[in-house]
């Protein structure tokens, strides 16, 4: 049971550039979500899914596009990368109304 | 920002001592959650208590919840160093789980040998 599998785990980009992180889970959860951790700003949501099919939006969804063809699957896809999506992304996913969602590991990007 | 705000920003205790840390939002909720960051990891979720709820228990967790004050706790008894790690809480705001999870800032708890 691997649980919720991000890669890469480090990645640099030129500015410009567009690159898909990868999340997967293997737990069938409904729930899937993707956040971005900033030194001092705690964690704040970018997209989030309830199912397959079905996405919408979090806090700071500009720059960043999702999608959900799967359950296992939820791509986070950065269209032209600004040093200010220099940043932690994590995903997560959970069982509807269930106890709390796991998490990845990360991804630490770094945008030049 | 739908963020909550928690309180202390960082805290330092001894080896044996209770830590506590609470946690205020804005609206109403439907759940509250806490979870767990050791430097450099990803989050461990520890708790979650539903808005009905006012108080749960897990092992040496406490978590107490008023919704009256919009405000939550979360309580460490007999630390560890291994406690040393960063404490969110976060939040689904509204009357449905709906799965968007809310964090507040953090708690960067240092529990000293």
């Known amino acids: 049971n691997a649980g919720v599998t991000q890669t890469p785990k480090f990645q640099v980009l030129k500015t410009g550039q567009s690159m898909t992180l990868q999340c997967a889970q293997d737990?069938?959860?409904?729930?899937m979500s993707w956040y971005r951790q900033d030194p001092g700003m705690g964690l704040r949501l970018i997209h989030y899914?309830?199912?397959?099919?079905?996405?919408d939006q979090g806090e700071v969804p500009n720059g960043y596009n999702v999608s959900r063809s799967t359950t296992e699957d939820f791509p986070l896809r950065l269209l032209s990368a600004a040093p200010s999506q220099t940043s932690v992304y994590f995903c997560?996913?959970?069982?509807?109304?269930?106890?709390?969602?796991?998490f990845g590991s990360g991804t630490r990007l770094t945008v030049v | 920002s739908q963020q909550g705000e928690e309180d202390p920003q960082a805290l330092s205790i001894q080896e044996g001592e209770n830590a506590t840390m609470n946690c205020s939002y804005k609206?109403?909720?439907?759940?509250l959650q806490w979870y767990r960051q050791n430097s450099g990891r990803g989050l461990v979720h520890l708790i979650l208590?539903?808005?009905?709820?006012r108080e749960k228990h897990s092992g040496r967790l406490r978590v107490t919840l008023d919704t009256s004050k919009k405000s939550s706790s979360l309580l460490i008894t007999a630390s560890r160093a291994a406690d040393t790690a960063s404490y969110f809480c976060?939040?689904?705001?509204?009357?449905?789980?709906?799965?968007?999870?809310?964090f507040g800032q953090g708690t960067t708890l240092q529990v000293k040998p």
């Open positions: 997560a996913s959970s069982y509807i109304g269930r106890d709390g969602y796991t």
């Open positions: 737990m069938n959860h409904e729930y």
């Open positions: 899914s309830v199912g397959a099919g079905i996405t």
């Open positions: 609206t109403s909720i439907n759940n």
């Open positions: 208590i539903r808005s009905n709820e």
């Open positions: 976060a939040t689904v705001y509204g009357s449905s789980n709906t799965g968007k999870l809310i």
